[in-house]
C-alpha cells in the first residue's frame, strides 16, 4: 500500500511552534516497512507509539532531527495506532495505520501432545469463514467451526484415546471466501516402552559359534500390547560400531557370514511403532573356524522362544550329502536354509514358529545324490551310495523312500528328545536331488518323516511333504478319478481318527455343515472362502474339501482354514499348552488365498505322490 508525505511542516501548537513533525500520516504495508518523519524543535524531544508493532528510533532527541518510524510485519487484519512526540510547544501526533492480510491462521500445524491438551489457533480474516465438518478427524473437536471477519480464537481439543490406532498427520479443510487453506493435525500416542528381550541362544562366552548360526531370544512385553520389531546388533570393536540385521520375529540369521574365529558383541534392540525401545543385555561369543562338520554332528539352530512348557521339535537331516557339503555355509547349511524359510512362510507356522526348537544333524553320504530305479525329469536312473538309502521311483512318479527306522534313531540322539516327542512332530529328510518328488511316511501313532528332494520346487514340496502330510497330519485334495472315493479309505481314516481326531483335518465324508468337523467357519466372517467342494484324496466324488485349492492340491503356501486349525492344534498340544478357538479365531492372520497363484491349473498340475499310511 502507498503512504503519503505531506510537503509541509506541520505545527502542534499555533500559540508555540517551536515543535512540529512533517507527518500527520503514515500508511504501512502488511509486509513491515520503516518511513522517516523530520522534526523540528528548539529543544529536547521524545517519541513513543501506543501499539507494540511500531518502533520509534530514536525516542529521543535535542533539536531538529529524524525519526524513524518501522512497522513490524502484520500477519492478521488491519490495524491502527499513534505516534506521539513530545516537547516544547507539543505534543504532535502522527496517525499510523497498517493493511492487512486477507487471511490468516496463526498456525496451519497442530500436533497434541500426549495428554491431550487442547490448542487454541487465531483466524484473522477479511472474510466470513468455515470449517468443512467432513474433513474433521472422528478424534477431534473444533470450536467455533464457523466465523466472521476479524480476529477469532479457534480451540481443537482430542478425544481421549480408547485404542492403539495412530492418530497420524490428517488435514482440515478451512474455507473462506471463494477459496480454502488446509490444517494438519496429529497426535503422539501415549506410550510406554517394550520391556528388555531376554537372550537365548548363543549362550554368553559361547564358544565354536557357527558363522552361520541362527539368533535367538524370547519375546518382549510391551505394555500397550503393541506389535514390536527387533534389530540383532553385533559388534566386532567391543561394542563402538554395531552391524544391525531387521526381524519381525524372537530368532534372526544374519544375511552375511560371520567372520571366522572373530569375537563378537551381541544385543538385541526391540521397538514398538509409536517411538518405544529397549534394549537387551549383551553377550559375548567367539565363532568357530568355519570348517566341517563332523559325521554325526547336532547343531542346534534355533531355540524356542515362546515360552511354552515344551519346545515343538523340527529335526532336520539329509541324504545324498556328502563330506564337501557340510562346511559351515556349504550345500546342506544352505538347503537348510531354504527349508525352514518354505516351511516358516504360511501360516499358521510363520505365527508360531518361536515355539519350534530346530536341530540340525549332519549324516555324511558316501555319494552324492540318491537311487533312482527309471529315468526320470531331470534325472536317470541311477545308483547311490547314501546314508538313508533315498529311492526314487522314477518315471512318471514322484515317490520317494528312505530307511525311516534309521532316520528315527538319529533323531532320538537329540538332547531331550524322546519317541514320544517324535510322535508329535516330523523329521524332514532333504535329498541332494535337483527333481521334482516328495513322500511323507507317516505312523498311526504320530512318528513322520517328510522326503524332500532339494530342487528347484524345493519350497512347495516343504509345504506339502512337510508342513501338511508330516506335521499338519493332513490329507491331499487331489481329484483326478472321477468315481467315488473307495470305502476301504474312508475307513482307514475314519479309523486313524480314533487316534487322532484331527487327522486328515481338511477332508470330510460329507457336506452336511451340522456333521462335518469344519462347520464352525461357514458363514463366519472373514471366512468366505471355506464351504464344501467335491473331490479329495484323488477322487472326485463323495469326498469334500473345505476351500476350493490349497496347499495340499497344488503345493502353493497357503494352507486353508481347517488345515491352519488342525496344524494350530498340534503345535498346541506337542508344546503343552492349551488349544483355544477363539483365540485361533483372533490369531488367524491370513484367511483366505494370499499366494496370487492361478486357481484353474488342477488338470495339469502333477501331483505329489500321497502319504504312505503306516500302521504303527
Same mark, same amino acid.
Given at each position: ?167 497420524? =498427520? ?82 534372526? =540369521? ?9 569375537? #563378537? ?35 542346534r539352530y534355533q531355540t524356542e522362544s515362546a515360552g511354552a512348557p515344551k519346545p515343538v521339535h523340527l529335526i532336520i537331516m539329509g541324504d545324498g550329502y556328502t563330506r564337501d557339503d557340510y562346511s559351515e555355509g556349504g550345500k546342506f547349511d544352505r538347503d537348510v536354509d531354504a527349508a525352514v524359510a518354505a516351511f516358516f512362510t504360511p501360516e499358521p507356522y510363520a505365527s508360531y514358529k518361536n515355539h ?124 483326478? #478319478? ?135
Open positions: 500500500m502507498t503512504f503519503f508525505l505531506l510537503a509541509g511542516l506541520f505545527s502542534c501548537s499555533k500559540e508555540n511552534a517551536s515543535l512540529s513533525v512533517s507527518e500527520q500520516q503514515l500508511n504501512f504495508s502488511a509486509a513491515g516497512q520503516k518511513l522517516s518523519v523530520s522534526i523540528t524543535a528548539g529543544g529536547e524531544w521524545s517519541a513513543a507509539s501506543d501499539c507494540d508493532w511500531i518502533v520509534c528510533s530514536p525516542t529521543s532527541g535535542s533539536g531538529s532531527g529524524q525519526l524513524s518510524v518501522t512497522a513490524r510485519r502484520n500477519d492478521g487484519i488491519p490495524r491502527t495506532g499513534k505516534v506521539t512526540v513530545s516537547g516544547n510547544g507539543g505534543p504532535c501526533t502522527i496517525a499510523v495505520s497498517q493493511e492487512g492480510v486477507d487471511f490468516l491462521v496463526s498456525s496451519y500445524s497442530v500436533e497434541f501432545d500426549e495428554k491431550g491438551t487442547p490448542v487454541t489457533l487465531t483466524v484473522s480474516s477479511k472474510f466470513d469463514w468455515e470449517f468443512d465438518k467432513s474433513s474433521i478427524p472422528s478424534w477431534c473437536t473444533v470450536s467455533p467451526e464457523k466465523g466472521s471477519a476479524g480476529n477469532v480464537d479457534v480451540v481443537l481439543t482430542p478425544a481421549p484415546f480408547t485404542d492403539r490406532t495412530p492418530r497420524s =498427520k490428517q488435514f482440515i479443510t478451512l474455507k473462506y471466501g471463494t477459496t480454502f487453506t488446509m490444517i494438519s493435525v496429529s497426535q503422539a500416542m501415549p506410550n510406554q516402552a517394550p520391556e528388555a528381550p531376554e537372550l537365548l541362544s548363543p549362550e554368553d562366552n559361547a564358544t565354536e559359534v557357527k558363522i552361520s548360526g541362527v539368533f535367538t531370544w524370547k519375546a518382549a512385553t510391551d505394555p500397550d500390547g503393541d506389535e514390536v520389531t527387533y534389530t540383532l546388533m553385533l559388534s566386532v570393536d567391543g561394542g563402538q560400531n554395531w552391524s544391525t540385521y531387521e526381524s519381525s520375529t524372537t530368532s534372526c =540369521k544374519p544375511s552375511d557370514l560371520l567372520s571366522r574365529e572373530t569375537a #563378537y558383541l551381541w544385543k538385541v534392540r526391540v521397538r514398538d511403532g509409536f517411538g518405544g525401545e529397549a534394549f537387551s543385555a549383551t553377550r559375548s561369543f567367539v565363532t568357530s573356524d568355519g570348517g566341517a562338520y563332523d559325521d554325526g554332528d547336532i547343531v519350534f526348537r530346530i536341530t540340525t544333524i549332519a549324516v555324511y553320504s558316501q555319494e552324492s545324490g540318491a537311487t533312482v530305479l527309471k529315468d526320470m525329469q531331470g534325472c536317470p536312473a541311477q545308483t547311490r551310495n547314501t546314508a538313508f538309502s533315498a529311492t526314487l521311483e522314477g518315471g512318471n512318479s514322484t515317490a520317494v523312500n528312505c530307511d525311516q527306522d534309521k532316520a528315527y534313531s538319529y533323531a532320538l540322539k537329540v538332547p531331550g528328545v524322546t519317541n514320544q516327542d517324535l510322535q508329535n512332530t516330523t523329521i524332514l529328510m532333504m535329498v541332494n536331488l535337483n527333481v521334482y518328488a516328495g513322500t511323507c511316511w507317516m505312523e498311526r501313532t504320530g512318528r513322520s518323516v517328510s522326503i524332500c528332494p532339494a530342487g528347484p520346487t524345493f519350497a512347495s514340496i516343504v509345504s506339502h511333504e512337510c508342513g501338511g502330510h508330516g506335521f499338519g497330519r493332513l490329507l491331499d485334495e487331489y481329484r483326478y #478319478y472321477k468315481e467315488a472315493l473307495p470305502a476301504s479309505s474312508i475307513d482307514m481314516v475314519k479309523d486313524w481318527r480314533t487316534i487322532d481326531p484331527y487327522y486328515g483335518y481338511n477332508i470330510s465324508f460329507t457336506n452336511d455343515a451340522s456333521q462335518a468337523h469344519w462347520g464352525h467357519f461357514i458363514g463366519r466372517s472373514g471366512y468366505d472362502a471355506v464351504g464344501f467342494y467335491e473331490g479329495g484324496m484323488l477322487y472326485g466324488q463323495g469326498v469334500w474339501r473345505p476351500e476350493y485349492i490349497s496347499c495340499m492340491e497344488d503345493n502353493r503356501q497357503y494352507y486353508n482354514a481347517p488345515s491352519r486349525e488342525a496344524i494350530a492344534r498340534r503345535i498346541f498340544k506337542a508344546s503343552g499348552k492349551t488349544f483355544s478357538l477363539t483365540d485361533f479365531y483372533a490369531n488367524d492372520k491370513v484367511k483366505s488365498d494370499n499366494t496370487g497363484a492361478k486357481t484353474n491349473c488342477v488338470e495339469v498340475f502333477v501331483p505329489l505322490a500321497p502319504p504312505v499310511m503306516i500302521d504303527r
